[in-house]
């Protein structure tokens, strides 16, 4: 499969405790992007990323949010502290860029936090 | 503020029906407009792409339109299937000259199709 992955695909934790989700991206592609979606809505974006480099970053994602592409493949967006408001799907996106840019997600990380 | 407005917020209609999501949206300066679709629990699957000069944009039984004067988009879907049974988000991207490559999602129109 060359489609964009994410793990796990499922988290329950407790609140207070810290998480972490993996993306992998369709190899080629230098973007890689984070959103947050919640049940009825659309995706918020989080964070992105070219190559290695993070380039954006929402004001939704406070000091407990941090995220990696410390090789400018994989990536890694960690939560610390989780609170219940943080339960939602994590979807992550990969591009190649252009004005065209098409971005193909992952199946996302639903988390759960109790 | 950018902004991506969908309607309706729900839709119900039978197999084999046609029907017409509308997308308005304020971002600027824009770049290109794209149609997703979002089985539940699963990612978006993009359906169709436009950019400026395009104003209509097919795949299959789905059929993008867009206006870059009024800013305004559809997704018609012809002769529906019950798979075609999910959420339909609109997304806007801003051109890179506007210092942003952040695309501006909709919320979704959730479609359901009934047999």
């Known amino acids: 499969d060359t489609g964009v992955s994410q793990d796990p695909r499922h988290k329950i934790t407790k609140r207070g405790q810290n998480v972490t989700f993996r993306c992998d991206p369709i190899s080629e592609h230098n973007r890689l992007y984070w959103y947050r979606q919640t049940l009825g809505q659309g995706p918020e974006f989080l964070t992105y990323?070219?190559?290695?480099?993070?380039?954006?970053k929402s004001r939704l994602l406070s000091d407990r949010f941090s995220a990696e592409r410390p090789k400018g493949s994989f990536s890694t967006l960690e939560i610390q502290r989780t609170e219940q408001g943080d339960s939602a799907m994590y979807l992550c996106?990969?591009?190649?860029?252009?004005?065209?840019?098409?971005?193909?997600f992952g199946p996302g990380t639903r988390l759960l936090v109790l | 503020k950018n902004q991506v407005e969908q309607s309706p917020q729900s839709l119900i209609i039978l197999e084999g029906k046609n029907c017409t999501l509308q997308c308005n949206y304020t971002v600027s300066p824009f770049s290109n407009l794209r149609w997703y679709k979002q089985d539940t629990g699963r990612g978006p699957v993009s359906l169709t792409i436009m950019t400026f000069s395009e104003n209509t944009k097919s795949n299959g039984r789905y059929t993008a339109t867009l206006d870059a004067d009024t800013k305004q988009s559809s997704l018609h879907i012809t002769a529906s299937q019950l798979s075609d049974s999910a959420s339909y988000i609109c997304v806007v991207s801003p051109h890179a000259s506007g210092g942003s490559y952040i695309p501006t999602f909709g919320r979704g129109t959730s479609l359901i199709v009934h047999p």
């Open positions: 990323f070219q190559n290695e480099a993070q380039l954006e």
């Open positions: 996106a990969s591009a190649s860029g252009g004005a065209r840019e098409t971005q193909y």
